[in-house]
């Protein structure tokens, strides 16, 4: 099925109450379906936005052959979830207050600033071109493949350097 351009199968004006009555009575169920599934409200957010841009798309069919239109919408946001995470979640970049925010600890001042002094000398250790690759593989998320892209390097060079310096960063956390 071709895709189709915004608007083209959009509500006629005499729809469009129904459309914004559906998304009033949908959007609280689609945001705790998505709550649930452990999804950060802003990306929540976006999600229920595609869902809905969706539905706008495929007005005309949903309202001609679905028989549970809300139950389609929740199927839809339950796809749209599982898509969220189908990267392994450890390659999905977490910011550290999110983290322990999840995680519903928080770890104390002086701690934090003896884990980041350690966490420094450790990455002292490495080149400057490994310490790059890492940041962008662990800090920002990034696949080999995209880090590969970005640096104009080959992504088995990006997966052997991030290797080596996650081997060189564990050796040297032993000693």
Not at 61 to 69: S, T
Request: glycine residues 6%; positive net charge.
């Amino acid at each position: 099925m071709a895709a189709r351009p915004l608007g083209r199968s959009a509500p006629a004006a005499c729809d469009l109450a129904a459309f914004e009555e559906m998304v009033a009575r949908a959007r609280p169920r689609l945001k705790a379906l998505l709550y649930r599934r452990r999804i950060p409200p802003a990306d929540a957010e976006d999600l229920v936005q595609e869902v809905f841009l969706l539905l706008l798309n495929r007005w005309e069919e949903v309202e001609r052959d679905v028989v549970h239109p809300e139950r389609w919408l929740l199927r839809v946001a339950e796809l749209k979830s599982c898509s969220y995470f189908g990267r392994p979640r450890w390659l999905v970049a977490v910011e550290e207050d999110e983290l322990t925010e999840r995680a519903g600890l928080v770890a104390p001042p002086q701690l934090r600033v003896e884990d980041a002094h350690d966490l420094g000398k450790l990455l002292a250790g490495l080149a400057p071109r490994q310490r790059a690759r890492l940041w962008m593989h662990l800090g920002l998320g990034l696949s080999p493949e995209e880090i590969a892209a970005r640096t104009g390097c080959r992504p088995k060079s990006v997966r052997k350097l991030v290797q080596r310096a996650l081997q060189k960063v564990q050796g040297a956390a032993k000693r």
